[in-house]
């Protein structure tokens, strides 16, 4: 079934329609990874966006049980190259068409990906639409133009769990930890219960009542989707946690935004955001360069904070945007990128013992 890609700019892309059929609007952007479609579709970081993969075969080794890093796809579309006509792999349990048409997402092959994000990467990440159901560009262009843009919308609130959750770890003991799920991902909290911590998942608009009367050891920001300037109730909520100022807080991605927000700095939208496995990230404490896994369209500006609180810790050695920073006073740090990889390196995955470390610490 032939299958168009309308971008805001009135570039069209024809292709084939796989997966769903139907329209769906949303951001175009590109991921750099070898690997991890099935992470890629359960990142609930992806909502709102339409996720175009640069490497050329996608589908090969199918979809399997361990690999989902939610429960539901979120992205609004998926656009690849050439989909494999074969999965093979001994944990595949579905292929990636199955996959797809059973979670309702739309996806469109064959096109030239890599004029796709050439484009994308000149003229910066815009709105879209994917459809197989119009295939008049004219109509398509004034629908993608009418679709909403992600600046100013709060995607937090439809990713985020409706109630609180435990996750024990593997001995059953260990320091609570709360996650204000922003969009969480499994890895993240695999990664916490690996550590020895005993979890407990909130939903984003938990109260700093509710979360105190956890009796937390610490608390984890977590990833999520969309702009961080409009999830205002979470702002105020990590703002109060500052001022009681003895719970150690780790953040990542979006979970990095909202603090730096609460610290208050200001954040930017990325000319066409960070999204793959292999992004160079220094560590300013020890010169250290790691390969890490990002996925975020926004940042926080580097600028906009007050240098005699917080210390810059890691910058992205691609654009020196701002990857990671600590709190001077305060058992406080966040990192931009993503320590648990999931797929990708694992360079980074002992900040979660530091973190662990730092909750430990503060019980004493």
Not at 56 to 78: A, M, Q, T
Not at 163 to 187: A, N, Q, R, W
């Amino acid at each position: 079934m032939k299958a168009l890609l309308a971008l805001e700019d009135g570039r069209i892309f024809e292709g084939i329609s796989f997966g769903a059929s139907g329209e769906r609007a949303g951001e175009v952007v590109f991921n750099t990874g070898m690997t991890g479609y099935q992470e890629v579709l359960t990142d609930p970081s992806y909502k709102g966006q339409i996720v175009a993969m640069t490497y050329p075969l996608i589908g090969n080794y199918g979809i399997n049980e361990r690999d989902s890093e939610s429960r539901s796809v979120w992205l609004e579309g998926f656009v690849v190259r050439e989909l494999s006509g074969i999965a093979s792999n001994w944990q595949s349990r579905e292929d990636l068409v199955s996959y797809m048409h059973r979670h309702h997402v739309v996806g469109i092959q064959g096109i030239d990906t890599r004029a796709l994000t050439m484009h994308i990467r000149t003229t910066g990440a815009m709105k879209a639409v994917i459809s197989t159901i119009d295939h008049d560009p004219q109509t398509l262009l004034k629908k993608v133009r009418n679709s909403p843009d992600l600046e100013g919308r709060d995607l937090v609130s439809g990713v985020t769990c409706q109630e609180s959750y435990d996750l024990l770890s593997k001995d059953g003991t260990g320091p609570k930890v709360i996650v204000l799920d922003f969009g969480v991902k499994t890895s993240i909290l695999n990664q916490l219960r690996h550590a020895g911590c005993h979890v407990t998942v909130v939903p984003a608009d938990t109260t700093i009542d509710e979360i105190l009367g956890f009796k937390p050891a610490g608390v984890m920001l977590s990833n999520g989707p969309g702009d961080p300037a409009a999830v205002t109730y979470a702002i105020d909520t990590i703002r109060a946690l500052l001022e009681i100022g003895s719970i150690p807080l780790f953040g990542v991605c979006l979970g990095q935004q909202l603090l730096g927000l609460a610290l208050g700095g200001k954040t930017f939208k990325l000319k066409f955001g960070h999204h793959g496995s292999n992004h160079p990230v220094k560590d300013m404490q020890t010169g250290k360069v790691y390969i890490t896994v990002q996925n975020h369209g926004f940042c926080v500006d580097i600028d906009s904070l007050d240098r005699s609180i917080v210390d810059v810790t890691h910058v992205n050695l691609n654009d020196r945007t701002l990857e990671g920073i600590r709190h001077k006073k305060l058992p406080v740090f966040s990192v931009q990128f993503h320590p648990e990889a999931g797929p990708g390196p694992h360079d980074a995955r002992h900040l979660f013992g530091r973190f662990v470390e730092m909750v430990k610490n503060s019980r004493n």
